[in-house]
């Protein structure tokens, strides 16, 4: 869809032109060396840190006059975050703009990978609040670096066997930090670990941007990432078994778990709100064609 005018007043996409090229250089380092922290200046721009602007910053750096966005917030279209983030690009783009993951080149999500399958002419851009997966066990940002260099893992992986002591299973949810190309330990932003296993060997380019922590990182198509587990107890994704979508019946998706207030009845919908749309069409013109 075509949305509003551009606003005068602004260079394209907002950032002048060297921070964008500055941007980009960053974004080339961090192809080259998957899963590795590359540091960048992070801009200013007219939304608070913490609210998307690292993915911003990537998605101006790259978006062109011909490109197609998508942008979403834990899988929907229609939330604050990504509607006003969609607003910003548009008025200083121009850019189409689509809710239709498989139309879209340019994807911006937070929290999200889509359900449909992605094509290598595609780029997601993941917004990313805490980069550094190793937070969990190391306060420290200069020890956090010489862990990364020496490929010194060992306390992350006692952490993990510790949580199995502790409740019988590794129960991180979110964030749940995976190795990239054997060599670095990335944290995969705030997604599901339904989401971690569509990160190995992809098409697709994924970019990671931190704005105020000031890191890019990536997975360029066709590398490994893989999720920390031991032997015994193998990573797992989300179980949702015996359960479907009540809108469109979708049992192989990412659920969002909804409880009414006044009745306490539980009932579960696609996190991919676009998705879940298309699901349905798709049904009531085949039922019209039947």
């Known amino acids: 869809m075509r949305e509003k005018k551009v606003q005068s007043g602004y260079n394209f996409a907002f950032l002048d032109e060297q921070s964008k090229k500055e941007i980009r250089r960053r974004m080339l380092k961090a192809?080259?060396?998957p899963g590795y922290q590359v540091p960048f200046a992070s801009r200013e721009l007219p939304i608070a840190r913490g609210w998307g602007t690292g993915g911003l910053q990537l998605t101006m750096s790259l978006i062109g006059p011909d490109d197609i966005l998508k942008v979403i917030d834990q899988g929907s279209d229609?939330?604050?975050?990504?509607?006003?983030?969609?607003?910003?690009?548009v008025l200083t783009t121009g850019?189409?703009?689509?809710?239709?993951?498989r139309e879209a080149t340019l994807i911006q999500t937070r929290h999200r990978i889509p359900e449909e399958p992605l094509e290598d002419w595609q780029i997601l851009v993941f917004q990313v609040p805490y980069p550094e997966p190793l937070r969990r066990v190391e306060p420290s940002e200069v020890k956090t670096r010489e862990m990364h260099a020496e490929a010194d893992y060992s306390r992350l992986w006692v952490y993990l066997y510790e949580d199995i002591v502790r409740w019988g299973e590794i129960t991180i949810g979110a964030q749940y930090p995976v190795m990239v190309n054997g060599r670095y330990v990335m944290d995969p932003s705030p997604i599901p670990r339904w989401d971690v296993p569509r990160l190995n060997m992809a098409e697709t380019l994924y970019l990671f941007g931190?704005?105020?922590e000031k890191r890019i990182y990536a997975v360029p198509p066709h590398t490994r990432v893989e999720p920390l587990q031991f032997t015994d107890y193998p990573f797992r994704v989300e179980d949702f078994r015996g359960k479907q979508c009540a809108l469109c019946g979708s049992a192989d998706t990412y659920l969002d778990e909804i409880?009414?207030?006044t009745t306490g009845a539980r009932r579960?919908?696609?996190?991919?709100?676009?998705?879940?749309?298309?699901?349905?069409r798709l049904k009531e013109e085949a039922g019209e064609n039947a």
């Open 95 to 101: 850019v189409r703009t689509t809710e239709d993951t």
């Open 268 to 280: 579960y919908i696609c996190s991919d709100t676009a998705y879940c749309a298309k699901r349905r």
């Open 259 to 261: 409880i009414d207030d």
């Open 31 to 33: 192809v080259a060396i």
């Open 78 to 89: 229609d939330v604050v975050n990504a509607v006003n983030i969609r607003k910003l690009l």
């Open 210 to 212: 931190a704005g105020r």
